[in-house]
């Protein structure tokens, strides 16, 4: 089954203590990108990846980091997480990111930073 | 910049009846336009999307969407409700980039 699959689907952790969130797909897709959603504020993009080792900042950044050694992994990394942090993270995956590219989510991943 | 805005928080609709959620977008260009939902507790589904063409786009799940160029709009519709399709959904634009609407929650009462 084509799927993209995040883990931990809930997470609470408290100010300062690294984490991070998995996300794998398995369509094959190049790109793929990270979301925190806010009610009132929709979906925003924290990072994306078009390939590969190639990654760009999205609209909302600040505060983490993503790396993508491998096609199928694209792992959201916080270093040090503030309360702000706390939302409703996605991970999405599409063919290129090109054109009308359909874009398949993850489950999501609930994050709570005490 | 580009832009997305759904004017209704919620909308509610007794079952069998038609529904609209509204989208209005703001890009450059010609714009690829999205319809995606979201149920509780999943990551959101893509139901429809506009490229070129006809107007009138048909997606899943009995859904379609008219867009208009002149208003800028591709609203979301349905002939007839059901009580299943009470979800969060959102519209997207992409024109350099893909941005989401706040989303619109739909409650269809029985």
């Known amino acids: 089954e084509a799927q993209v699959t995040q883990n931990p689907r809930y997470l609470i952790t408290v100010t300062g203590k690294k984490l991070t969130v998995t996300c794998s797909q398995n369509?094959?897709?190049?790109?793929m990108s990270w979301y925190r959603q806010d009610p009132g504020l929709g979906l925003r993009q924290i990072y994306y990846?078009?390939?590969?080792?190639?990654?760009d900042k999205g609209d909302v950044p600040e505060g983490y980091k993503v790396s993508r050694k491998e096609k199928r992994n694209f792992p959201l990394i916080l270093e040090s997480p503030s309360p702000n942090q706390t939302s409703l993270y996605f991970c999405?995956?599409?063919?290129?990111?090109?054109?009308?590219?359909?874009?398949?989510f993850g489950a999501g991943t609930r994050l709570s930073v005490l | 910049a580009q832009s997305v805005a759904q004017p209704e928080d919620q909308v509610n609709v007794a079952e069998g009846n038609p529904l609209t959620v509204k989208c209005t977008y703001s890009?450059?260009?010609?714009?690829?336009l999205f319809w995606y939902v979201q149920y509780p507790n999943r990551g959101l589904q893509f139901l429809l999307k506009?490229?070129?063409?006809?107007?009138l786009v048909k997606g899943s799940y009995g859904f379609e969407a008219e867009f208009n160029k002149s208003q800028t709009s591709f609203h979301l519709k349905k002939p007839s409700a059901l009580v299943s399709d009470s979800a969060l959904y959102f519209c997207?634009?992409?024109?350099?980039?893909?941005?989401f609407g706040a989303g619109t929650i739909l409650r269809v009462k029985s």
């Open positions: 506009y490229i070129t063409g006809d107007n």
């Open positions: 999405a995956s599409s063919l290129s990111g090109q054109g009308a590219d359909i874009q398949y």
């Open positions: 369509m094959n897709h190049e790109y």
């Open positions: 997207a634009v992409k024109g350099n980039k893909l941005v």
């Open positions: 890009v450059s260009g010609n714009p690829y």
């Open positions: 990846s078009m390939n590969v080792e190639v990654t």
